[in-house]
Every structure is written in structure tokens, then in C-alpha cells.
């Protein structure tokens, strides 16, 4: 169960409207590394985890702290959209300054939302599910989470410079604050768990039975040997378990695939200009 | 540019047609973490890189290799749709094994596809570009890679775990291999990257415009305290900048917030039963 | 069976073209509540009507009606693209006034539809079924067409305000004049579904088999007490079963969920560091 | 800024595990009318609110409640998920329970989410930010709410009585309930704003820039007249405004359209033969 | 404007429900190749047309009749969810047929649309706007159009021959007949617009500005050369403008593309170990 | 499985950054008939071909050429970025050139991609699979294959025209130019298939099964009849099989639809007043 306390986490106060930076924003609102994405992300990471308590209870601290995150971008928007331009197309093209705006602008701002926050990204993209994971291996998920905050953080910094405004950029700071920290939790919870099972993402599933002479070959599929001087082509492999090997030219080791003929009743192409017989049964028939 | 070997990376030939298992399999071609997403990730990683040649050669290396899990995917799927019933309903009633196929099958599969495979997930939800990323920097994407190929080996396990069929877990076990390899690849490229700049993406942002008191500080927001038994709630952060502080008890810092009324050409809610007047013009028009 | 009238329902002439506004005006045919989602909305309510046939009838007649006014929108939409400029990017970048037009257009109106209408919305964001609703239930599916019908007009309202062309302003005054009664025939039928069953959807479900304690609590979920001065928090509800009362500081119900473990064959997080053996069964075989 | 207590809102604690119910219930979870949609739709509703701080904290408050029912479901689908069977298909073939349970489950609940909970639909389609609204107008906002809740409430009653588990109906009972609630809540909250401004919305328009003659018109678009039967072809209008009457054989009042020809480089159909000299420049240059 | 006729275009009538079906016929109503997308394809295609009026006429004549199948389907799919089973959990499993329909059935028929058609497919997936094409060049879009009804024609065969109810097969029988047609019409008239314009789409680019020495050869870019037995590596070319020519070893003709270092206000990737000074301005600033 | 060469397949070198036409060229990097969706297409194609080996062979030549243009073109547009403006928004407003630069790019250029390709259209719309088709039957997929080259070969002219960078309009004269080839290519195999079996799709469908009388007839569902003057009203059908007719008044053939009430477990709409007993059972368990 969840409580609601009206000051926000942190201040969000714009210096003054700016239509055309609210648009931009949305990204980190509700594109694909946007705060609604970590928000769902934790939660349901946290409400399926069959885990340690601890984890569960982590998850739903960081989970709730980006509801408040959110809360706040949808605050600092509605307060950048004050001032959003309504005036109509011939003054405007008079004036290339306001008409500039409205063509930057995201129109359902003004249309749809009221001068609102949406749920979207800076496209006008709406958020989708899609855009979480919760997999039941906290490891695998963590590194999802190291992944979001990383991408998360990025987008941020490059929204501060992009902006003068002060209060902007004071909230903006907050949230890199954060993400800081989140990016050093995730590092150090995938520590602990590397520590209690194995790197290899599930660790509990016997090498013995994947393919294991190309477990640890890189293969290089393109011309010029430029991939050879990475790490990951030699010494040895990160899980401890072999040892990097470049493969410079790598050999197909499958078959030549050839299909069967459809049934009848796909209505495919004939093979060879032989239409087979429309007996109305399928193959799943005769067996 | 490309080109294309007739043969297979790897065999993939069931032993014979299972058009439900069909369905499960195309979560790895065509699903959130499936073949086409690493394989579309890599390449415009490697299309849009910046950095140093190896990376981009790497990148489109293992790209290009992806395309050729996708193309076994794809075949194997086409085979084990080769038994598909056809059968009416009236007969299928009376053959609950037929008619659990049938309803066990993804419908597209015989009425769109024709028995092929589809660019789809487990749930027929088709593939979209929102589920890559390709950011510019090297070091929040490998983590997206290795996230990727955790979520990736992961779903494969289940799927092999959920088949007997011999030929399908031999190709299985290849992907799984080779998903070791990725896996351990984007740890040794991360591990490369963070020794030549910071382990916090982007690295390049001065943290003096961070909020720097909150940067290291795991916040409580829920009742009990197991999260504080974590090693993200002590010691020496992992970017090497701070010290991990716990606050059982964070309090709000930011304003409550009012939103001004909107202007008149809005048309939102009056407020305080007062409409403001109709003047056709908007708070823009006046500054 | 449906036949076309060659007229448009009503006059669509803009005065001059203006694809800036062009693509604002896709909001209104292809958005979340534009005139596409109320026409599909009220034909398949009317096709799938199991109820009298005056509501059949009176669906399909709304419904009829809608696809007349996609139409007059299309060509509206047609029409304020004519003068659409094509002009290359070096003259338009010493006229800021053509490249504010370039900038604010939608780009697919060029490159895409060549200077036609197409079914999405002013983000360029396509329209998708999930914005219609048809249940079964009237009364569940006019309150559905009475939101629809006023947000739609909200929106068209807001379009009227952001232009000053003549034509356009003419047709939309028969828009907002249509969505008036729209407003008020579903506020109409909705009354007369009231009487014949109960306020309540669905009505006949026996409301002893829920939880009645709680059917008419409002419960205070945040600081500051506020939202006891509405009308929801006093007085009798509005179904006339029973009387509102606001619950200052509502106590958790439930329990504190712990989940259990999952199957080895799921290759979950080991918990407490103890892996489950890998047993290649699942937890549902034993039973 | 948000708090989180461990306790569940009402029980969720299903009598035995049912991994084919847990791919229906998800339709209240994850769906266009789940308790993400109303979740989400009030919080932003909230934050969005330039009106009386009253409704700012009453949407909150049920913004806030609707986290925990989300909550609650999670729990819940993941609890039914225990059992889901990994049985191999061979062994599954011969006993059709148990295929049939493989066959109607959602394939994601094993190979994705773990047996975890997904913010998906129960047809597997990820739950998307359109399904929500928040346009600036509450009165508008809240018949919206009034939809969600009645559209939910008819959903949650149909799974009610689709399952015998007495904990599953234990905890829909609740959910039930407190959508009692919430539909009284909205009808309360809708009567006070049609109160303190007019039933149409958005009532601030001034009516008289709208085609008035037929904004009170029903318009028989169909052969037959059984529409002609309901209160929304007679007598006054809901606003107050006019009087409802019924068009039997409405007429087009617009123009038949034809359209300008496309400029060159649009390169569209050549009209009766003739195909436009391809300039390089278009309509808009020429102005 | 349009008008609606009671009557159905033609019988609509199952012999007895069929729930999974129903499910499957889903695919033709709003599936990517279904009649909602022939209806929209045609409609828009008609409102945007510059063309000749007899080409808009024609448009809009087949548009209307689509809705009219878009009609039929709808009350076919209600029809045949009639016996759609609420039966309990329990009880169905110890009766694998009710259980096996219950798990074929899209579980939305009962939960969501309350036995009523979606304008979803198969797979449950809604349909959406992208399935249209409207591009202003008739020749073009007819070759979209003839696509359709092949692909269309061949699904409603395979649900033919998926069912024997009579009623049923009845009733596709005239979709399948006026798909035929449908495909006949389009080729006519594409013929004739191949007759007055060339048959390269569109035919109004001066051909002198593409890069003529590749506008007629066949690469092959696989091991092996079965493709060149096809009539498109040998001969005259089909719009009469050159010659095929195979090419067995295409070579590449581009740069290896090397691309500049980001700007320091993207935050990439450092090249070279050196990380870029954080000028806060960006390279479009200096120019 | 596929090789990388390190050259591109032609050039794509622009003469100098162009961040608003960056987000155009996207239209045909990921759009609905982008570079991806033929790729993606004619790969499908080709791997679940059943036909003979050439056409298998030639799809995945085909198909290997498309990715080598997703590459050229992801190429070019990380180039036009170069120049992206990150100009904060103060000193922009002064300047409504680098304003509307800023507000014509697509944000996500800059925030999330970094300067980079991104797999989305000119509108931000992320590429998804149902923009391809691979039905099983090649004659109606090779329809699918030229119309996909018709709407893209348009496109590429529209963009071609758009610009006169010499650098993107040589690039764009290559594929203009591979456009005509598969235009012609996707010709030559059609008229192949069509000798080969008949033009009709599917040709294997026994036609006395279709509703023969409603197979040739164009249908005029409009007032006025300038329909009636194409070849598609006249004369002998394209698939040799028939003459065609022009009905001028079409009747309807089916019944007035009358749809049985839902049973109780719906909780529909009451019919007449008479709500139906809550039973708990549906009309299927009665059968």
C-alpha cells in the first residue's frame, strides 16, 4: 500500500515557461529510459521478487522514490507549458520567433493535455510496457536496471546543457544526484549477487549442456581483423570458466535448410508448376 | 555491405513438427530480448559509432552474426510448423489432443504465415525498434548488451528445458554457447571501457553540477529496513567518488505545488466556480 | 449495407493553405478522441447490440454519421496541404518563415500520403482499435461515448481558438454544434438507461458478494485533508444504496505478501544462496 | 513524494495455484481499463490540476489507492503462476489437462517473466499511455473516470464469476467494492462541477460561434426509425440549452470536393493523361 | 456523407457458436490484411485523390462496400461467440474439451467485448492506421490495393477450409467472391494506368538523374547462383527501359565509413582514452 | 549465415550536416516502406520459402542487399547530425534560424540517440514487424514486393527533390535507381508465377466454392456513376475466368442482423427492462 505527501522530493520551479523544452523533456518522463520506465520497472521487479526480502524491499524503496521522480517531471512540464503560444497562423507568420515555437512545440500539449504532462516520450510517443523487464533472475534484472539508469543518466546531462534555466537545471542536478547513486546500487547489488552465484546469466543451467567448444570464441564476420584487439578476444573468459579465442574465420556448421512443400490447404506456391491435390485435410491428419 | 553463406551458423532441424512449441520459440526470434533486437542493436550501435575502429568492427561482427540466429530461428520454426492441423472443428472436438494444438498455436501461423516463421513474440506482439538502443556512448550501451544477453540466455534455458525433442535442443545449446560468449564479451569490453574513463555514464559530466549530497545516499522509503542490510547501503561507492549513506527516514525537500490557472483559449476547469473571460488570445500574446 | 453521398455532410473550404495547421487537425480525425475512434466506436457498439433494437438503430445512425465527418476532415486536411513547400533547405534557411513552416509541418504529409490526410494524430502517431470500447454493456458504453464526445469537442474547440481562416472556423462550428449533441443525446440515453436499471454498472451483479464495508469509503491516501470538502465524502451515494464517508487514515487489510520460491526449471534467483537442484521437472509435475 | 507499507491494501492470497486464470486476470492489471490505466490517469490527472486544491488532493488520494489494488494484482498473478506446468510436449500430448493448460496460458508468464506478473493485457499486449487522459478539464476528466471505472467494474464482475477460488473472489470482492465506490465518487464529483459551471463541456465556449441549427438535431442516417423511440429525439436537451429533434432524412449541406491537382514534385497521378512538368519547385515557392 | 441499410451485403448466419473460431476470424476483420484495412485503404485513398474522378468514384464505391464487410463480419464473430463457456476452472478440468475451448477462445470475447467482435486480429493484436497507404500516386497505391485483396483472399480461403459450418463457409464464399473481383478490378486498373503513364513507379522522375548503370542488373549476393535462372536476370526489362543483367560478384562501391567524434555535449564515447573539454557549446555553434 | 564487407555497397557522404533533413531521410530507413521492411521482408521470404530453390536464392540476395542500404542510409544520417544545434533555448529565440532548426529535428537525435541513426520514421515512429508480409504464397508476397518498391522508390524522389546536397542526392540517385531494378525484378517474377499457375490468388481455391455470381460484378455504392467509365466495368476479367459488370444499384442479399441476448455471466445490457437471473452458468454448460 502506498502513501502521498504533498511536497515533492525536490523542488521543481522553471525560471519561466519554455514550450519547446517541455516537449523535449517528455524523454525522461516517458520515453524508453524515462522515469516511468524505472518506476514500473522496480515495482514489478519488487511485487514478483521470490528472492531475499531485502531485494524485495530495495526494489519497492527505489521503486516509490521514482513515482516521486516522476511526480516532479510532471510538475516542472505543466509549469513549462504555461506559456504556450495559441496564436493563430497569420500573425504568426509575421512574427518568426512565436511561429518557431509552435512548430517546436509538442501540439498535444495544447491540444490533448491542456498545457498537461503526458505519459510520452519527446516524439510523442506513448510509454509502453515494453519498455520493462522483470524476469525473476535478480541478476540478469539488476543488470537491466544498471543499464536504464545508465541510459537514464546520459539523457539527462545532455537535457541540462540544453538548457540555461536555472530552476531546470537545479532539478535536473537532483536527478543526476540520483541516478548517480542508482547506477553505484545496481553496480554494487550485481556485485553481491556475482559473489553468491555465478557472472553467467542463469548460473544454474549445466554447461555441459550448451554447445561448449564456441562458448568462448569470438568470431569475426567481416572483413579486417580490427575486432582481434579487444579484451574479449583473448585471455581469459569473465565467468572463470576458459579462455577467450579469436576466430578469424569462422566456418557455417549447419545444413543447407530445405523445406517441405505446404499442405494443400495453405494455398501455397506449386512447386515446379505441380499444384498438389485440394484434399481439405492436413498433413497433422494423416499422422 | 553483405553477404549471404547458404549453409546454416548451425543445424537446425527438429526431429519432428511441434507447432505449439513453435509458438513459445518465437519469444527468441522476434520478442523483446529475441534474435532480431541484439541483432538490430548491434548493427546501428556499430553503424553509428563513434569511437574507435575496433568498436565498431566488433559490433558489426557480432551483429552480423546475430543475423544468422535469426535466419535459425527462423528455419527451425518453419519446420516445426510442418504438422499444423488443419482439421475442422466438429472432428478436433472429439480429439482433445487436436483440438488443444490447435488452440495451443499462434492462429497466424496457419491463416497469415502460411507455416512460416514470424518477425513476432511467444505472444504474437510483433517486433518493434523501441526495444534497441543506440546512444552514442559505448559504455551505457554495452551494458544494454549485456543486459540483452542475460534477459537472451535466460529465455533460452527455459525454452530448451521446455523440449525433448533432441534436434531442437541441439540447436538450442549452440544459441546458449554462443549467449555465454556475448555475455562474457560485453563484460570484458565494459571492463575495458571503464578502465579509460569513469565506471558513471557519462563520465565526462562534472559532478560539481550534481546534486552531490544525495549522490551516494540509499533512501528509505518504506516501512521496515530490510534494504539497509545491502551492500549498496555501506561502504565505498563503486565509482570510487563517495561513501553509501542510508537514510531510514528521507524527507521531502521540494515546494507543494500550485499550477497558475490556464489561460482562457484552454477551456480546463474554472476555478473557484469563476470563468475566466473567453478573450481569444493567449498568456503568450501578452509578454 | 452502407451507400455514399457524393456532397460532404457539410461545407470543408479553408480560405488558403496551411500545413502547419494541417497537422494539428490530424488530432481531431486520427487521435485518441478523434472522429475516427467515435465511428468505429458506435458501429461496433451497434453491430455487437444484443439490446433493443432502438439502440442498435440509434448506434448505427451516430456511427453513419462519423464516417461523414472523417470524411469532411480528410478533405479539409487535403486541402490546407496545397501549398505544402518543397523548397531545399539552403533557400529555406534564409527565409525562417518557409522553414518554420518546413519545421512545423508533419514531414509524412510530404514524403508519405503527398499532400493527403492520413489516419494518425497530431504527434504523427497512428490510430490503433485500443482507443474503442464496446462491452456489452449500454450503459458502461455510453458513459464511454459521452467522454468521447466531450473530450472531442474540448479538442475541437481548441483548434477553433488556434486559427482565424474563415472556412475552417465554418466547418468546425458545425463540428462543436454536433459534438453539443452528441454531448447531450448520450447524457439522454444514459438518464433513460438509469431508470431501467441501476446507476451502478453492471447493475445485476448481487452486491452482498462484495465487500460492502468498503463500497462507500473515501480513503485519505495523502498528507492534508482537503478532498474531505468534496460531495463525494458526505452524504448519501449516488446509486442510493448507501452513504459516503471519509476515512481519514485507512489501515492495510492484507497481508504481507511473501512469495514462495520458483521451480528449478524457472533458474531463478537462488535464495539464500542455496540453489535448487536442477531437476528438469517443474513443481506441477509432482502434483 | 510517495511512501510504501508492506502490508497489502485487502488480501490476495489465491486457495491454488491457476496459471490459465492468471493470464485472464491480467486484463484488469495491464489493460485499457486495469488498474494501471486508473492509476496512472489520476495520478497525472493530479498533478496536471490547475483547479481547487480539493481536486488536485482527491485525484491524488485515488491515484495513490490505485497503486496498491496494481499491487495487490501483481501479487496475485504471481501467487496463481506457482504451478504453471514446464512438462515436456511429449509426456503433455498424451495427457490433454495438462496441454491444455500449456495451451491456454501466456507463453510470456514462463519464458519471460518467471512466473511473475507482466503490465500486459490478457491477450499479451503491453499496456500503452493512450489508454489514459488527462485533458485540463476535469468536468471532461472525470466522465472519463466515470467510464474507467464502469468499464473496470463490469470487467473485474465478469472475472468474478469466471473462477470458484474463494481466495481469488475474496480479494475481487474488495476490488469491486472500492469500484462501487469509485463510480459513486465520479457521479458525485461530475454533479458538483455541473453545477458550478454548465453540463456541456467545454462550457465556456461561447455557443453562439457554433452552427447552432443543428445542435440539437438527431440525424437518421439509416433506413427505419426505432431511434426516433428514445430520449434523445424528443423533448429538452440535457444543458438546457434547446430541444432535441428528429431528422429523418437529413440532407448534405456541403460542397462536392474536388481537389487541386499536386504540384510536380509530389509526383502523384497524372491527371487525364498529362503529366505536369517536373519544375523542382512547388505551389509554395510561387507565393 | 453515407447512408446504412439495415440488411447485411449478404448472409451472416453460423449454423451453431464456435468460440475458437471466432477467435480466428478475428484475423479478416482487423487483422493487416483485414477488411477494416481494405475499408480505411480504399476511403482515405478516395478523399485524397487529385486524380481523375472516375478513379475517386471507384474508390469510394468499393471503400463503402468494405464498411458493409466489416459489417458482416462483426455480427458473424457475435453470432459465434454465443455459447462462449463461463465455466469455472474446476469443473472444466475434468472436461478437457470445455477446458481446451476455454483455452483456445481470446479470453477478451468474454472479458472485454462481453461476446461481442474487436477490431483486433488473431493474435489479439489491435489493428492500426499503418496498415493503410494513401501516397497520391494512384499506380502506386492500386499495386497496394491488389496486394491486399491477394492477401486477403488467401487468408479467408485458409479459414474456409479451417471450418464446416455451413453458415459459415456460406458467407466467405461471397468474401472470397468479391475478393476475386476485387483482384480482377485492380489489375484493370492498373493496366490502364500503366498505359497512360510507364509502368515505374513514378514515372515523372527524369531517370537521367538516378544512377542508370545499376537500374536494370540483378546482384547476387550469395554463395551460389540458383538465382539466376529467374526470367528477371535475363532479357528486356519490364518497363521497356533496358536490359537485365546478371551480376554473379556485385562489388562494393562506397567508402569505408569513418565518422566524426561527437561534440562534447553528447557525452560518447572518449576516443582514444581522450575525453573531449565539456565547452558546454556545440559544433553547430562555431559555424 | 551473412558476411560483413567494410565498404559500403555505394556512397553516402553528405556535403555538409543537415539535422532537419536527417529526421526526413528516417521516413526511408524506418518507415512503413523504409529499408528495413524490405529487408526484413524479403529475408522472411526467403527463409520460409517452400518453393523452388531459385526463388529462395533470389529473395535472400535481395534481402542481403537491403541490409547493406539500412546501412548506407543509418550511415548518412549519423553524418547530418554532425551540426545538431545544442544552443540553449535564450540565445536561440534571438536567432530563429537555429531555432527553427532545433525545432524542426526530431529531439531524440540529440537525447537519445546521440547523434546517431535511430530504427524510426520521419514522424519518430519506431519501425514494427507487421510492416512486412511473408504469407507462404510467393505470388501474392512478390504483389507485396512491388508495391513496397513503388511507395518506396516514390518516397526516395519525394526526398531526392527535397534537398540539394549533391552528397545525399548521388546517394539517392543509387537507390532510385536499385528501386527501378526490383520494381522490374518483382515484374519479371510476377508475370513468371503467373504463368505458372493463375493470376489469381490463391489459384488453388476450386471456384465453384465461391459465390460465383457476385465474382465479376463492380458494385456502385455511390450517387453518380463516373465509375462505371473504367476498364474495370467492362470486358473480359484479368484472370481470363470472367466478363465484368457494372451493378448501378446493388441490393442487399442478407438478413436484418438480430443478435440473442447475452447470457447473465455478461451482465449486458437488459433487454426491455427484464434483467435475466444471475445463474452463475452460461449457455454453454446447458448444451
Known amino acids: 500500500m502506498f502513501h502521498h505527501i504533498k511536497e515533492l522530493q525536490y523542488n521543481a520551479k522553471p525560471t519561466k515557461p519554455d ?3 517541455a516537449k523535449k523533456l517528455q524523454e525522461v518522463l516517458g520515453g524508453q529510459y524515462g522515469e516511468i520506465t524505472v518506476m514500473m520497472q ?3 521487479q519488487g511485487w514478483n521478487c521470490r528472492g531475499d526480502q531485502k531485494y524485495r524491499d530495495m526494489l519497492l524503496d527505489i521503486g516509490t522514490e521514482e513515482i516521486a ?3 516532479m517531471l510532471a510538475n516542472m512540464i505543466a509549469q513549462l507549458l504555461d506559456g504556450a503560444p495559441a496564436k493563430e497562423q497569420d500573425a504568426a507568420a509575421q512574427d518568426p520567433v512565436i511561429e518557431s515555437v509552435l512548430g517546436g512545440m509538442n501540439p498535444q500539449h495544447m491540444i490533448v493535455s491542456g498545457l498537461g504532462a503526458k505519459p510520452d516520450d519527446s516524439a510523442g510517443y ?4 515494453r519498455y520493462t523487464i522483470g524476469s525473476g533472475n535478480l541478476l540478469a534484472d539488476f543488470r537491466a536496471n544498471l543499464n536504464a539508469e545508465s541510459q537514464g543518466r546520459l539523457q539527462v546531462v545532455r537535457l541540462y546543457e540544453s538548457t540555461t534555466d536555472p530552476g ?12 548517480t547513486m542508482h547506477q553505484n546500487q545496481w553496480m554494487a547489488a550485481i ?3 556475482e559473489q553468491t552465484q555465478k557472472a553467467l546469466v542463469p548460473s544454474t543451467f549445466p554447461q555441459e549442456n550448451e554447445k561448449q567448444e564456441v562458448s568462448y570464441s569470438f568470431m569475426n564476420f567481416s572483413k579486417g581483423e580490427e575486432s582481434a584487439q579487444g579484451r574479449w578476444a583473448n585471455g581469459p573468459s569473465y565467468d572463470g570458466q576458459g579462455t577467450f579465442e579469436y576466430v578469424a574465420t569462422p566456418e557455417a556448421m549447419g545444413q543447407v535448410p530445405i523445406l517441405n512443400p505446404a499442405p494443400a490447404y495453405i494455398h501455397g506456391t506449386p512447386v515446379n508448376g505441380s ?3 485440394d484434399t481439405g485435410t492436413s498433413a497433422f491428419d494423416k499422422s
Chains 1, 2, 3, 4, 5, 6 share one sequence.
Open 69 to 71: 521522480h516522476v511526480e
Open 275 to 277: 499444384i498438389p491435390p
Open 19 to 21: 514550450p519547446v523544452y
Open 42 to 44: 522496480y515495482l514489478f
Open 126 to 129: 506513448p510509454w509502453n510496457a
Open 168 to 179: 531546470v537545471r537545479d532539478m535536473l542536478s537532483f536527478l543526476i544526484a540520483r541516478d
Open 191 to 193: 556485485e553481491e549477487l
